[in-house]
Structure formats: C-alpha cells, structure tokens
C-alpha cells in the first residue's frame, strides 16, 4: 500500500522561507510523478508545483515561479518543496500526491493523482 507523507510545516513570517518533505513507502521516489497543492481555509485545493525524477517533468505555478523550488532527495526518498520570500496568501495546508503519470498539462488536475497525504500546515506569523 502506497502512503504519502508531508512533513515541515510551521509558522512562517512574510517573505520568510520554510522547506516541506515528502516521503513516499512502498515506492522510490523516482518512480512516481509528484504533486504540491495548496487549501487556504475556506478555498479550494490549488495546485502549487508538479515534478518527476529530478526535473525531467518539472511544473510551477505562476504565482510562485522563482520563489518556490521542489527537489528531490534519493538516500531519503523524499521530495521537497523549497519555499521562500512567501506571502501571507500562501498559507494553508499543504498537500503532496503522487500519479503514475502525467501527460502535457495535466499536472493541475487533482484526479490523476491517486495517492495524497494528509497534508502540512504552514501558517502566516507576520
């Protein structure tokens, strides 16, 4: 059974940094395509970043472009989601999920990712 766990949320000043984890059983990391979203209270679930095996599939949300980097880390089997000089919208939980593929432009559906976990909440300090 696959499952999906984020990890480093906290409390974050305004254009502050935090860095979010991703770990996946079962499977490596490479061989699963990776999403982030993003829930603020009371809004919908957004896509924030998409990514497989080092950046041969690599997808930003425009709002982030430049700030916010994900990576990956195979001795941890981890995925990361590097965020920095964040703004007080970009608060909310935090979702990881992995799809066993992803064709041009699907990265912001949530239906083609099949296993999520149950998120990381990053709350705004400022």
């Known amino acids: 059974q696959v499952q999906v766990t984020e990890s480093g949320g906290g409390s974050v000043q305004s254009g502050g940094s935090l860095t979010l984890a991703c770990s996946i059983s079962g499977y490596k990391v490479s061989e699963k395509f990776w999403g982030w979203f993003r829930q603020a209270a009371g809004k919908e679930r957004g896509e924030v970043a998409a990514f497989y095996n080092h950046g041969l599939f690599e997808y930003y949300a425009n709002s982030i472009k430049g700030r916010f980097t994900v990576a990956q880390v195979d001795a941890k089997n981890q995925v990361y989601l590097k965020m920095k000089i964040m703004k007080p919208e970009e608060a909310g939980m935090y979702f990881c999920?992995?799809?066993?593929?992803?064709?041009?432009?699907?990265?912001?559906?949530?239906?083609?990712?099949?296993?999520w976990g149950q998120g990381t909440q990053v709350t705004d300090s400022s």
């Open positions: 999920a992995t799809s066993k593929s992803m064709l041009d432009g699907e990265w912001t559906r949530r239906d083609i990712y099949a296993n």
